[in-house]
């Protein structure tokens, strides 16, 4: 099982990145920076939450709201101080979203069946359990037929992500967005944003990057 800490940094610094536009590249100085800021906010949350796993939820709804009352100054001001948010107010905002994410992750199934398979991210290359992203969402398959954005033989395309890189890509664009610019692997990788991302996640240690 991953290492909750790891996986808890992993995803503040999904957040930071989809956050900060440039303040923070993704490299080692993003690694040094997502490991202070983790470091600081770990501790806030009670030791279920540190523990969460698919066998022992805990859902973010049980937090209490005193919790992140207790969020170390430095944390905000860090963020602050590099021009990522604006007030403390906006770094517990960015903070709740991070930590309900990583809950989210921490307790969702193990990847098993069809749905899953054990290779390499198409997106981070990283050698880690794998989930699948239709890259033209299904929530909007309606509408991209009738509109006549895609044929219907393209509906179905997915891509094999990681859960880390099938939720950063979703908090990167909505899903109409994803299906009308954004339907191919290839187009997702153009993105800066994304290649920031693939940059930083294809370091971190949970699987071993191709080459």
Known sequence: ?????????????????????????ADDSLDDFSTYLATEAWEILPPKARSASYEEPFAFDDLKDDVFDATPLQFS?????????????DALKLLRNAIDTYLQEACA????????????CEICEREIPLTYHHLIPRSVH??????????????NAVAWLCRYCHS????????????????????????????????WAGRQRYGKRRG
Not at 109 to 120: F, I, S, Y
């Open 1 to 25: 099982m991953r290492d909750n800490h790891e996986a808890f940094k992993e995803t503040l610094a999904a957040h930071i990145l989809v956050k900060s536009f440039g303040q923070v590249d």
């Open 77 to 89: 001001d860090t963020l602050v101080a590099y021009g990522i948010v604006d007030d403390r107010d």
């Open 109 to 120: 199934a193990p990847p098993v069946g069809k749905q899953t398979r054990l290779a390499e």
């Open 142 to 155: 309606n509408k991209v037929l009738k509109r006549g954005w895609h044929p219907q033989e393209r509906l």
């Open 168 to 199: 950063t890509v979703h908090r990167l664009a909505s899903n109409e967005d994803l299906a009308r610019y954004f339907y191919t692997v290839d187009l997702l990788l153009a993105r800066e944003d994304i290649q920031r991302w693939r940059a």
